[in-house]
């Protein structure tokens, strides 16, 4: 084998291992790194052989005994205080949600009576005011000159009427006396009736003329407040112009609504409790007062109407309200949380949590109250009794449990 390695890259003993080999000799090989690593075993077994006459191999580890793993603890379920229910008697209610905005019980459109200007108008909306208040002031000149003018006709006609009436007196007696013509007693006798008319309806415009006049001062009708005014001083107002709208604010009414189908459940008096939108959880007590004989045209509820009390004047009209009507009510029932019931197999049952795994207790259910959300107790309960009243559908019969803190 040639040496791959030119001749100028050798150095001395390279060169001469190469000319033995081309001369057909065995070049040598080197026998000290063999004896390096010879000593050097011999060194480290003695070094081993040392160290064990004077104790300093540790000893091996015994072998650890094998531990029995732990049986698993018996699991108890935690419940909290909120998923359980103490058995109680308790008032029970059935009820009617109803929904509407509040209008004022009592207010009234003030029109304009008579065809004056306004010289004056004293309030402004949002007024207080009390019956007989002056509201406005309508010039009364161009009026007393027209009760004025009805009363000289007036006075006119009743003294030709006089004198008709005298008139027709004496030709009744010519006529009576066969020195007149009956047609003259007739002539005489309509003209008397037809003045008798037009005295009548002179007096009627001296009346009208007068309750004019009297119209000139607006005032208010009852205690109440100014909700619009629809005129200014200096106009000209003609008869049956609008000008004030005042509403009574110390009663107001809930107009609402009731399915036709329970309409038999709701009577007269029916104590109502409302919240009103913007007094948060304020509750405020109305009473039903008339229930409209017809349905709402398209549908099946029937409007009822809520009387509410608002003597302190802290309601305004146009505030929306909810409230709930009190159908029936039952005091000192048994009851529970509609979700505390179950159904299996063998039938309604409960889950108590009375000792320290939690029991099956069979149960006779009464009734629903409160829309679903309440169920009267027949049989099987008994006050002071604790039931798992969450939704908790894994929970089984003999299960222990703590109730959390």
């Given amino acids: 084998m040639h040496n791959p390695k030119p001749d100028w890259a050798m150095n001395k003993r390279e060169k001469a291992r190469a000319e033995a080999i081309a ?63 103490e058995v109680a008697p308790g008032d029970l209610s059935e009820t009617l949600r109803v929904t509407g905005s509040l209008t004022p019980s009592r207010q009234v459109h003030l029109s304009a009576e008579v065809s004056a200007r306004l010289l004056d108008v004293t309030v402004r909306e949002g007024d207080s005011v009390k019956e007989g208040a002056l509201l406005a002031q309508f010039d009364v000149v161009s009026l007393e000159n027209q009760l004025a003018q009805a009363q000289s006709n007036a006075e006119a006609t009743r003294v030709q009427f ?17 020195l007149a013509a009956p047609t003259a007693l007739e002539n005489a006798q309509s003209g008397l009736d037809q003045l008798r008319a037009q005295v009548a309806a002179q007096e009627t415009s001296v009346q009208n003329a007068q309750t004019a006049l009297e119209k000139a001062r607006v005032t208010a009708p009852f205690d109440g407040v100014i909700a619009e005014r629809q ?74 109407y809520i009387a509410l009390e608002n003597t302190n004047g802290a309601l305004r009209g146009g505030m929306f309200a909810t409230g ?43 009734r629903d109250w409160d829309n679903g959300a309440k169920v009267e107790i027949a049989s099987g309960l008994e006050p002071g009794d604790t039931v798992v009243s969450a939704p908790l559908p894994e929970l089984r019969a003999g299960q222990k449990f703590a109730i959390t803190e």
Wanted: proline share 8%.
């Fill in 23 to 85: 001369k057909g000799e065995k070049p040598k090989r080197r026998k000290w790194p063999w004896l390096v690593l010879l000593v050097l075993v011999v060194a480290a077994g003695g070094g081993y052989y040392y160290a064990d006459q004077n104790g300093l191999i540790p000893e091996p580890p015994e072998q650890a005994t094998p531990v029995e793993p732990e049986a698993p603890a018996e699991l108890i379920v935690r419940l909290a205080p909120f998923e359980v229910t």
């Fill in 162 to 178: 006089a004198q008709a009436q005298s008139d027709f007196e004496r030709t009744q007696t010519l006529v009576e006396r066969d």
């Fill in 231 to 304: 005129v200014d001083p200096g106009a000209f107002v003609a008869t049956g112009s609008p000008l004030f709208t005042i509403v009574d604010l110390t009663s107001l009414e809930v107009e609402a609504t009731a399915p036709v189908s329970i309409s038999n459940q709701i009577t007269e008096g029916q104590i109502v409790t409302l919240r009103v939108e913007g007094f948060g959880d304020q509750t405020f007590t109305g009473e039903v007062e008339r229930l409209n004989p017809m349905a709402i045209s398209g549908s099946r509820m029937l409007p009822v």
């Fill in 324 to 366: 709930r009507i009190t159908l029936e009510e039952k005091s000192g029932a048994l009851w529970v949380p509609v979700e505390a019931i179950r159904e299996d197999a063998q039938g309604t049952f409960v889950l108590t949590a009375n000792g320290e795994a939690l029991e099956r207790r069979a149960v006779e259910v009464a």
